[in-house]
């Protein structure tokens, strides 16, 4: 799995064609809808790209090429960002320890979980927090 995102990381940093025509955007936008209501509700479990291909019935290097071409973002971090903003949103709004917002927005572990977040907000979920609170 450590290869998979080592690879949709780099997919991701580089311009992708806009090789995909109007009507294929067409077919698929239903496909790439039910993956994004499929991660909103799942983002808290250990779901893999995978697990999200095959709920969409396709596969997962078509599916993440679709998925990038329609939204701009890669499947990962799409899912990486929303499990993100509902820990900001925990942070925020409740008194639960980091390690639990952790697990409860869908990390696997509190060091990725602080990397994550420091890359996205420039802050450490410790340190937001805190000055959400003062």
Known sequence: MDILHWFLD??????????????LKRRHLQTVENAKDYMFSNFYENISLSD???????SLFHFSRIFKEITTYSPYNFLRDTRL????QLLETSDLPINEICFRSGFQNVE???????????????????????
Request: one cysteine or more.
């Open 10 to 23: 780099r997919i991701d940093n580089n311009e992708t064609p806009n090789n995909i025509s109007a009507k």
């Open 52 to 58: 999200i291909a095959n709920h969409c019935n396709i």
């Open 85 to 88: 903003s509902n820990a900001k």
């Open 112 to 134: 990725n979980f602080n990397t994550a977040f420091k890359d996205r907000y420039q802050y450490t979920p410790s340190y937001f927090k805190k000055s959400k609170n003062s």
